[in-house]
C-alpha cells in the first residue's frame, strides 16, 4: 500500500491517495512514486473519510496516472 499526501506532509495533508493492494507495487515499477512530487495526477476510485480525513482509495492501477510533467517554472 502506498499513500500519497496532498497539499502537506503526513499529519498535516488535507488529502490522501491511498493505492491499495497490488496497485502500489504495479505502479511503482512504471513510476518512482518520490518522482510524483510537484507533478498533477489523476485518481479514480471511492472518496472516503479515515480518521476525519479525506482520502480517494485507487484499486486499479488504470485509474491512476500522471498528467503533467514537472515543471522549473512556477
Known sequence: MAFLN???????????IVLKG??????DFQYDLFS???R?????G????YKQLLEIVV??????SVISVK???D
Open 6 to 16: 496532498l497539499d502537506n506532509t503526513y499529519p498535516y495533508q488535507s488529502f490522501t
Open 22 to 27: 497490488k496497485v502500489s507495487q504495479e505502479l
Open 36 to 38: 510524483l512530487v510537484d
Open 40 to 44: 498533477k495526477v489523476c485518481a479514480i
Open 46 to 49: 471511492k472518496i472516503e473519510s
Open 59 to 64: 484499486t486499479d492501477k488504470n485509474k491512476f
Open 71 to 73: 515543471s522549473d517554472i
